[in-house]
T-cell receptor
């Protein structure tokens, strides 16, 4: 039981490049979320999903896309990376009351 | 949206001391959780506590939903308790608003 896995662990992008952060879970949880954490700040919600085929925007969705074709996977796409997207990205699942976080992806945009 | 305020922002303790962390919400929430982020960045769920009191070892939490606040108690602190403690709340699952966190440092 791996829980929540995220790949890659680290990534450096140039401004304007696109990429996909991967998130997978093996706990069969309906709810999945993406957060970003900037230095000295709490986590901010980017997008979330209440089940396969259903996604919605969080607090800071601009510049990011998501899709949820299966229960297990919830990828986050950066369309055209900007230095303001330099952050640590966390994926989480929720079984209806307790959130479980992946190890995070540290992204730097130069 | 919901605003979450945590206090104190920083806390320095000697091993063995007790502490209380507080979380205030601007509006009612029915999903309230406490998390610990260790020095390696890993986030661990401590409590799901929309109301009432729960205990887990040296940690306990109390939420007074009618007054929109929650407290996290750490007793007999250890160096491994160091890190950042976050509370987060919301009105639905999967969608939490986080506070800014309390940075706890426990010295031996």
């Amino acid at each position: 039981n791996a829980g929540v896995t995220q790949t890659p662990k680290f990534q450096v992008l140039k401004t304007g490049q696109s990429m996909t952060l991967q998130c997978a879970q093996d706990m069969n949880h309906e709810y999945m979320s993406w957060y970003r954490q900037d230095p000295g700040m709490g986590l901010r919600l980017i997008h979330y999903s209440v089940g396969a085929g259903i996604t919605d925007q969080g607090e800071v969705p601009n510049g990011y896309n998501v899709s949820r074709s299966t229960t297990e996977d919830f990828p986050l796409r950066l369309l055209s990376a900007a230095p303001s997207q330099t952050s640590v990205y966390f994926c989480a699942t929720d079984r209806g009351g307790e959130q479980y976080f992946g190890p995070g992806t540290r992204l730097t945009v130069t | 949206g919901i605003q979450v305020e945590q206090s104190p922002p920083d806390l320095i303790l000697q091993e063995g001391a007790n502490s209380t962390l507080r979380c205030n919400f601007s509006d009612s929430v029915n999903n309230l959780q406490w998390f610990h982020q260790n020095p390696w960045g890993q986030l661990i769920n401590l409590f799901y506590i929309p109301s009432g009191t729960k205990q887990n070892g040296r940690l306990s939490a109390t939420t007074v939903a009618t007054e929109r606040y929650s407290l996290l108690y750490i007793s007999s602190s250890q160096t491994t308790d160091s890190g950042v403690y976050f509370c987060a709340g919301g009105t639905s699952y999967g969608k939490l608003t986080f506070g800014q966190g309390t940075i706890l440092t426990v010295h031996p």
